[in-house]
């Protein structure tokens, strides 16, 4: 089970802000969700062969891999306020200390 423990531990990972009532309401859809999975793992599927697409017959659909304007670095960095060096400079984060 998830308890509120777990879903402040992962909205402080995120960097979410949540308040005591969405801390509940998130343990409880996520312990709902849970429970659901469970309810599937005891589904008999013997005999039952796994589909790996559902348009199985018509494969899988491809297009032509074609090269588009992509941006200069310049271009890319210019919508940053965080630069280091001509690369996106981002916070450290080190789990556990």
Request: negative net charge; glycine residues 6%; aromatic residues 6%.
């Amino acid at each position: 089970m998830i308890s509120e423990k777990d879903i402040m531990y992962v909205a402080d990972l995120a960097k979410i802000k949540l308040d005591a009532a969405e801390v509940k309401k998130f343990t409880s859809d996520l312990n709902d969700i849970v429970e659901y999975a469970a309810m599937l793992k005891e589904v008999d599927v013997a005999g039952v062969e796994p589909m790996y697409s559902p348009n199985l017959d018509e494969g899988t659909p491809e297009r032509e891999d074609v090269v588009g304007a992509s941006l200069t670095q310049s271009e890319a960095l210019a919508a940053s306020k965080y630069i280091d060096r001509g690369h996106f400079r981002v916070p450290k984060i080190i789990e556990g200390q």
